[in-house]
Structures are given as C-alpha cells and as structure tokens.
C-alpha cells in the first residue's frame, strides 16, 4: 500500500514538472515575438538563419501526416522531431531516408538507434545535403573561368530518452553542424530537449513540446575571403585582408503537438495529431495530420503543412506505408510521402527501415 502512494505521488511530481516545462517554453516563445517586434510592428526574419537545410523534415511517416509528429514520435524518427519519443523504442532500429529536394538538391539521412535496459535508448544519426557541381563565374568571365564549385551541408548527432515514468519521457540531442560553398565553410554545435507525456486513459492522448537546435551564432570561414590589396609606389606592399562576414542564428524551432488515437481496436487504428510551430525566422504556423493503419501492417496517411504561415508555400501531404516481418526478429518498414510545394512543385520522400 506505501509504494502505491508513492509511486502516485512520484508520477504527480513528474506530470507537475512536465506542466512547468510547458509554461516555460511558451514563455521563451513568447519572448522571442516580443524581441522580434519593434514599434508594435512584427518584423519578417525569413532568410535570416543559417543552415537552413535543418528545417527539411525527415521521415515520409511524419511528412505525411503534414508534419504533426510532434506527440506521436515513437520510432527512430523521433531524433529530428522531438527526442523524447525515442524513449518508446524498445528495440534496434536502423533507418535510411533520401529526398529529393527543390533546386536539385539532395538531403540523405540514416540513423540507428537502440534502447539499453534501464539505462534508456540511444541513438545517432548523420545528414548530408549535396547539390551538382558549378561554374566559378566572375565579373570577366561571366561565362566560366573553368572552375568548378560545390555547397552543401552536414549534421551529425547523438540521441539519449529516456522514460523517467511510463507516462513521461525526456529526450536530448547534441549535434555538429557544418556547412561549406567552395573553400568557405561554417561550423557550429546545437542541442535540442523534448518531451512527452501520455494520458492512457484517454485514448491514449498524448502532450509535447521540444525545442530544436539551440546553439550559438554561425559564420563563414576560409581563404576565399581573403583579399590581396598592392598599395605604394612600383611593385608597392602587398596587403592581405579578410572580408568581414556577419554571423548568423541557428534556425530555433518551438514545437508543441497534442495526438489522440480516435479509433483503437484491435484490427485497426486512426491516429489524429496537430503541432503548433513558432520559427525564429518565420511565421507561427499549424500542422495537422492523420495516420489510418490496418494490422500495424498497412499505414495510409494526409496531413496540412505550414497552416497560417505568411507566404508560405508548403500544403497538402499524402504518404502510405508498410511494416512488414521478413524474419521472426527482423521487420522492414517502407515509406513514402507526397509533399505539394505550390509554385515549386512536389517534394518525394521515400525510407527504408529495419528494425530488429
């Protein structure tokens, strides 16, 4: 009867430090509106962000579902989403994600990860962003000078969640970030926390909040900023000087997500979810999603992107699935997601997944 009491008063104390996480991320999401604001008018910071390509989701169940993954992360996904939900993965997991992007470029992710007992679940993951090569051109040579440049970006990361209750989970990521065009490249280090917390009573109604990629300033380094000035008489001095180059913010995401199981029985499952997002560099906007799955086999999904975002291009998603068990230990799962982009088209995620 004593450890019933206090294993009901340890789970209060944790759903009351949760409630507190909350409020202060809606705090700080509150203060940075206020600090983007000058005279009363709300200032447009699209563009003013360094390494962008982190904002490019990972995972067609989650794009699918138009984004709203926030709550319902529970698979290896969860690393790029919200941390926390790794906590749910009670096995190994390796996963592998290409898209194709917009303008040619290319973003590859693979992750692995695996949960130890007590200890909690680990993991890491690494993406990689590419494009084609392109013609050095000048203001003499506007045509080419013969060379030829790349840019592209990396992230490598590492996961820990664990659930300090079953109904209450926390996750971190640490990552390295370097981005590079030619002989310049930036580098920089962010974190990011989240959690979870589940309402089993509830249909299984789930809260959670993460905050993402959290560091300092970003900035380019190399030698192609260098400048070779000769000044004076004859052959003069030769000065060499460096451009000077502004730093830039990580691109902070605040993400706050509820998901509900509307249907649960024992053949089928519909999952509704919405994640409200506050960018520091953009509009506040809605996801919504959906996720209908027949047997845990079969997943159909549709979701809205971007809702209420200020010029916003994102829209309607679509994505199907299927985890099948090739072997009594051995479950592939494969993914693909549909993304409208408006004015740029589609985006095409497609993922292969093992988890054993």
Request: net charge negative; hydrophobic share 45%; proline share 2%.
């Amino acid at each position: 009867m004593k450890t019933k009491i206090l294993h009901s008063v340890f789970n209060k104390e944790i759903s009351m430090n949760f409630f507190r996480i909350i409020i202060v991320i809606v705090c700080l999401s509150f203060a940075s509106v206020t600090n983007a604001q000058i005279g009363g008018a709300q200032l447009n910071k699209s563009g003013t962000t360094s390494a962008q390509f982190l904002k490019i989701g990972v995972g067609p169940r989650a794009i699918g579902m138009g984004g709203a993954y926030t709550a319902l992360a529970d698979d290896i996904n969860a690393m790029y989403w919200n941390p926390a939900g790794l906590a749910k993965m009670y096995s190994r997991e390796a996963y592998f994600n290409h898209v194709d992007w917009i303008s040619d470029v290319n973003l590859d992710y693979a992750g692995f990860g695996m949960n130890i007992n007590e200890f909690g679940t680990v993991g890491a993951f690494v993406s990689i962003m590419s494009m084609g090569d392109m013609k050095v051109r000048t203001l003499q040579q506007p045509e080419g000078t013969g060379e030829m440049f790349s840019a592209g970006a990396v992230v490598i990361g590492l996961s820990y969640a664990k659930l300090l209750t079953e109904e209450f989970a926390i996750g971190f990521n640490a990552k390295y970030i370097n981005e590079y065009i030619w002989n310049e490249n930036a580098i920089g280090f962010a974190f990011d926390i989240g959690t979870v917390y589940t309402i089993p009573f509830l249909n299984q109604f789930r809260l959670a909040a993460s905050i993402s990629n959290f560091g300092p300033k970003m900035k380019l380094q190399g030698r192609d900023i260098l400048v070779v000035t000769t000044v004076g008489a004859g052959q003069g001095n030769v000065i060499n000087t460096d451009l000077q180059l502004e730093e830039f913010e990580l691109p902070l995401i605040f993400r706050f997500g509820i998901a509900v199981d509307a249907i649960k029985a024992a053949e089928h499952r519909l999952t509704l979810a919405v994640d409200a997002v506050h960018p520091n560099d953009n509009s506040e906007s809605i996801n919504t999603g959906l996720e209908y799955t027949w047997n845990e086999i079969f997943f159909v999904r549709g979701g809205y992107k971007s809702l209420f975002e200020e010029n916003g291009e994102q829209g309607l998603t679509l994505g199907i699935g299927l985890n099948y068990r090739l072997l009594e230990s051995l479950k592939v799962k494969i993914d693909y997601a549909y993304q409208d982009f408006g004015r740029l088209k589609n985006v095409q995620y497609i993922s292969l997944g093992l988890r054993f």
